[in-house]
């Protein structure tokens, strides 16, 4: 008897108890699975009719104290024989309204938005594979906009289509052939625009957004093509001008987006918070292999050649020199101003091998000149005769220990190319 009476109180009481607090701790909980609230910067239409009936719709972002105290309540309530559901209602559903649910807040809105308001199609000269379309980037005020080096910047006629539709005609002001970029001028105020900073505002392994008119599939005021990546690294890459079309002697950021396409060259590469990263670089393709690199051209080095300081007869005496000394090996290249010059390959017949330098040797002096970074080395590299020894300060490990070693090597003759 006694056991029965025990289940009736707890029929009583118990499951009413629990049906009321799951009342107060579902909506919690539905609120931290769903997204984040909408940023300021968004407009997200969330009207409904009635005002009271939709906030009571609405989950709440944090128990409050009267709620807690009202749950509290309602519990001794059931306890003493009351009805739970008298204190706890269940929320109201809103019927009759279309509205639609509130969106997800992207984190790549903010920067999405800046790059499509920044950057513009333009149209020239196109010929047999040669395009005569591309994207540029507004980096000013007064109309100066930035896109890659190509056929359709060398015509009489360039076309800009601005992000509202407007068409204005270009102008080139000047280009340059180390880092493949062109800076055009419209006859229009271009109020939207990238600052372009002076220092690299991205590391290795940052989300980047790269925004261009890839196959020229927008057109007018239609935007364009967004590509998320991420970037690779910093570097420099060896673009003989019997392996491509053309080189590009400057650092450039090599990144996993899809840009090398037609159409995308000139588009802006932005972070997360919209800032300019760099510049999409024309499209780059092995002759030999048929592949293609996805990359940008660095917001420092555009800085440099808009300010007139990027030093384009220092740039190519070091890829010529680098080109014309066969010293049998090469250089491990590191991303980075500060990267330590080693030692990657050697050639199995080259003058190196036979001077015995070895993989992963440290260079540390060329002809008694300090060689702290591969700058330095490219720097003295290209002022060495090619005709001469040249004595090498190596670093290497041997054994437990590092070791310095003199290594002397006499340069193989090449040929020069035609210029």
Known sequence: ??????????????????????????????????????????????????????????????????????????????????????????????????????????????????????????????????????????????????????????????????????????????????????????DAQTPDYFPVLSRPIVDQGDWVLAVGNPFKVADGDEPMSVNLGVLSMRARVDTKRRAADMEILTDIYLIDAITSNPGAPGGALVTVDGRLAGVVGKMLESASTNTRINYAIPNDVIRQFLDGELDEEALAAEAQATRELDFGFELFRLPGPRAAAYVDRITRTGPARRAGLRRDDMILSINGEQVYTIRDYDRIVSRLNPEREAIFVIKRREGDHDALAVVRITPNPVEKEEQ
């Open 1 to 186: 008897m006694k056991s029965v009476q025990m289940a009736r109180t707890i029929g009583r009481w118990w499951l009413p108890a629990m049906a009321a607090l799951s009342l107060i701790a579902f909506p919690i909980h539905a609120q931290s699975s769903d997204a984040q609230a909408p940023a300021e910067s968004e407009t997200v239409s969330t009207e409904v009719e009635p005002a009271e009936e939709a906030r009571d719709d609405e989950a709440p972002a944090a128990v409050t104290e009267s709620e807690a105290k009202e749950a509290e309540e309602a519990g001794e309530a059931v306890r003493e024989g009351g009805d739970a559901t008298s204190t706890v209602s269940e929320p109201k559903r809103v019927e009759g309204t279309d509205a639609p649910p509130p969106q997800r807040a992207n984190i790549f809105d903010q920067a999405i938005r800046m790059a499509q308001e920044r950057t513009v199609k333009i149209y020239g000269a196109g010929i047999a594979l040669e395009h005569g379309y591309a994207t540029g980037t507004i980096i000013s005020a007064d109309g100066r906009i930035l896109t890659a080096h190509g056929l359709y910047v060398t015509g009489d006629r360039i076309r800009v289509v601005l992000p509202n539709g407007q068409v204005h005609m270009a102008q080139v002001e000047r280009q340059s052939e180390a880092a493949q970029i062109v800076l055009l001028k419209i």
